[in-house]
């Protein structure tokens, strides 16, 4: 079975901090995704990567940034946080080569700014 | 820019009473399809892909049938236990054949017992 792996599930932060949302996945996936999910708006991109080092800007990629310095690691980083980045943060990965464009999802990740 | 929308928002059946949830799409050359069930504080968990029109897929007591403008899970016979949020999504490419999705809002679904 697929396994992605989000390291935080719940995690409170002040604002101004620098928070690091990190994700892990263990089935040589080559896409990676970070997704943010709010009552009412759904689920929403924020960037992706299709390859180590590589990164393109979803939806909303603003106050945000990545980093992908190796295949199975997908970080997301606010670099700032703010009240209004208080969310749940989905990673998920993908592989066209595993067959097909699935894309699996780890448990999320509850971020709360205060 | 690919839309998805899912109806009804929120869908309360009770136990044994069979319904429908509906996902409509407008893109520009349908790609496949996605259904998830995401339950509460968790991420959303894959249940079928469906490709073309008339395509059909069946899942214990859901069934994901497709057209050529939108796409229905029917649920027979419900639990409570398929009480969750149903998501769907359309795979919009990017650089060569890799893909991301974009979601519809979701259908929450509650079974009373």
């Known amino acids: 079975d697929v396994k992605v792996t989000q390291s935080s599930r719940y995690l409170v932060k002040r604002t101004g901090e620098k928070v690091f949302l990190e994700c892990v996945q263990d089935m040589d996936h080559e896409n990676m995704f970070w997704y943010r999910q709010d009552p009412g708006l759904g689920l929403r991109l924020i960037y992706f990567s299709y390859d180590v080092k590589m990164k393109e800007k979803g939806d909303i990629p603003e106050g945000y940034s990545v980093s992908r310095e190796k295949k199975e690691r997908f970080s997301l980083i606010l670099e700032s946080a703010s009240t209004n980045q208080t969310s749940m943060y989905l990673c998920?990965?993908?592989?066209?080569?595993?067959?097909?464009?699935?894309?699996?999802f780890g448990e999320g990740s509850w971020l709360t700014v205060v | 820019e690919d839309q998805v929308t899912q109806s009804p928002e929120a869908l309360r059946l009770q136990e044994g009473e069979s319904s429908s949830l509906n996902c409509s799409y407008t893109?520009?050359?349908?790609?496949?399809l996605f259904w998830y069930r995401q339950d509460p504080g968790k991420g959303p968990e894959f249940l079928f892909t469906?490709?073309?029109a008339g395509e059909e897929k069946e899942k214990e007591r859901l069934k994901a049938t497709l057209t050529k403008k939108e796409s229905f899970l029917h649920i027979t016979a419900p639990k409570p236990e398929d009480s969750a949020t149903y998501l769907c999504?359309?795979?919009?490419?990017?650089?060569?054949?890799?893909?991301?999705?974009?979601f519809g809002k979701g259908t929450l679904l509650t079974v009373n017992p």
């Open positions: 999504a359309v795979p919009e490419p990017y650089r060569r054949s890799n893909y991301k999705l974009t």
């Open positions: 998920a990965s993908s592989s066209v080569r595993a067959g097909g464009n699935t894309i699996y």
């Open positions: 893109v520009s050359g349908l790609r496949g």
């Open positions: 469906l490709y073309s």
